[in-house]
């Protein structure tokens, strides 16, 4: 599990001009069958204390099917202006260094979530869109389900699409003492020789 912050240049990733200003709207978002977060407060808030993000941070977390956390990076840095292509670069990026991808599996069985803190308020901006965008096609290409795209403003969090928000934590208030579910390390590998060597030395 991979847990931090990594500091990400886009300047050096230049689309073609064909793919420029790819954006999700509001409509096309709510169409996509996004799936819900059955607590969305408990998942900002963790994020929230554990990243302490800031105005231009942006949050990318995989949540396992029971909603807890996997893996999480922060980053900054992003285009201007807003460009999918770039900003679906940048995630899955993010993706790979902190999980492997799941394209082995028929259908995806982890989440990818993003929280984006940023000036202004609530309302869908065209920045908005193109992270949108961004993680529908970064969680594609890594086997991952797209999960919900959050923004973090002055004014509190909101999930966009869904109408679901709050107040705290907000883009201006300090980290409180929040506990986020983290999913258990894999278990150790067993069978062979040492391990029934192992397994009789407890017994006794």
């Not at 886009?10 to 200003?21: D, K």
């Not at 969090?157 to 869904?162: I, K």
Request: proline letters at 10%; glycine letters at 10%.
């Amino acid at each position: 599990m991979s847990f931090g912050f990594a500091s990400t240049s886009t300047a050096s990733l230049s689309p073609p001009a064909a793919s420029a200003n790819r954006v999700l709207e509001p409509a096309e978002w709510a169409a996509a069958g996004i799936p819900l977060l059955r607590n969305p407060r408990e998942v900002v808030g963790g994020l929230h204390s554990r990243h302490h993000p800031k105005p231009g941070t942006a949050i990318v977390a995989v949540l396992d099917p029971d909603e807890r956390l996997r893996a999480s990076a922060s980053f900054a840095g992003r285009p201007a202006p807003a460009d999918g292509w770039m900003l679906r670069n940048v995630l899955l990026s993010q993706l790979r260094r902190i999980v492997p991808h799941d394209l082995r599996r028929r259908t995806p069985v982890r989440t990818a979530v993003l929280l984006y803190c940023r000036e202004g308020d609530a309302r869908w901006t065209e920045e908005d869109g193109a992270w949108m965008w961004g993680l529908r096609d970064a969680c594609t290409l890594h086997g991952l389900r797209c999960g919900a795209y959050i923004t973090l403003t002055r004014d509190g969090w909101q999930v966009l699409g869904e109408g679901r928000g709050g107040r705290r934590p907000n883009a201006a208030s300090a980290p409180e003492p929040f506990t986020m579910p983290v999913a258990p390390p894999p278990p150790p590998r067993t069978g062979g020789t040492t391990s029934e060597v192992l397994r009789r030395a407890t017994a006794r």
